[in-house]
């Protein structure tokens, strides 16, 4: 089985300010990792993805991701976030073992701050 | 292109009715699953279909149900529903079972 903690559950940041919104994830066999973004009364919009190969994820919109298997974790980060970066953010992973049972985390709301 | 279509995109029932959900994938997409997204909460798996068979099931009663088309479209039907079935229902497609998932704007059904 496996789960997913995103450790933040709201995060306020100035315009402009750098950012990082937390994963956590435990799994017994090998995932996929995916970062989604939420706008208020919309679907999710894949942000980036690893599955396999450089842990360093670049995505839409700035943002980037890092995977450390050591430490089981996928922070997202940008180096300066724009007001219009006011979203929910839910991490998630897939078992890549075939199949496609997602499970994501409760979610990070950013809110960027004139 | 057109993106993951749902139908409809509000809906409001009682306790105790039937609903009906419809999904369109993305054209050349062959899997599709549904979420179900509570307010304040990720979404959770419910059914995930490919080449018109269920390929995966959530911790959902059954009262959930699912199916998929010839055409890859999928429907999720809920019996008697209740209050706490009240959520944004999510489709999302994906080309195969191991690819990214894109997802539709939902709908959000309502229980009174």
């Known amino acids: 089985a496996q789960s997913v903690t995103q450790l933040d559950s709201q995060v306020p940041v100035f315009e402009e300010a750098p950012v990082e919104l937390r994963c956590n994830y435990s799994s017994s066999v090998s995932v996929y990792l995916f970062w989604y973004v939420q706008y208020p009364n919309q679907g999710l919009q894949l942000l980036l993805k690893?599955?396999?190969?450089?842990?360093l994820v670049k995505g839409i919109n700035g943002f980037e991701a890092e995977f450390n298997k050591s430490q089981t974790s996928f922070h997202l980060r940008k180096p300066s976030v724009h007001i219009s970066d006011t979203a929910e953010y839910f991490c998630?992973?897939?078992?890549?073992?075939?199949?496609?049972?997602?499970?994501f985390g409760a979610g990070t709301r950013l809110f960027v701050k004139a | 292109d057109a993106g993951v279509t749902q139908s409809p995109t509000h809906l409001i029932k009682t306790r105790g009715q039937q609903v009906t959900l419809r999904c369109s994938p993305i054209?050349?997409?062959?899997?599709v699953s549904w979420y179900q997204q509570v307010l304040g909460q990720g979404p959770q798996f419910i059914f995930q279909?490919?080449?018109?068979?269920?390929?995966g099931r959530g911790n959902f009663p059954d009262r959930f149900s699912a199916r998929q088309f010839p055409n890859y479209s999928s429907e999720l039907n809920v019996n008697a529903l209740l209050l706490g079935d009240s959520a944004l229902y999510l489709c999302?497609?994906?080309?195969?079972?191991?690819?990214?998932?894109?997802f539709g704007p939902g709908t959000r059904l309502t229980v009174t």
């Open positions: 999302a497609s994906s080309f195969s079972s191991s690819t990214e998932q894109y």
């Open positions: 998630a992973v897939t078992p890549n073992t075939g199949g496609f049972k997602t499970i």
């Open positions: 690893y599955l396999s190969g450089s842990t």
């Open positions: 054209s050349g997409h062959k899997s």
């Open positions: 279909y490919y080449e018109k068979e269920e390929r």
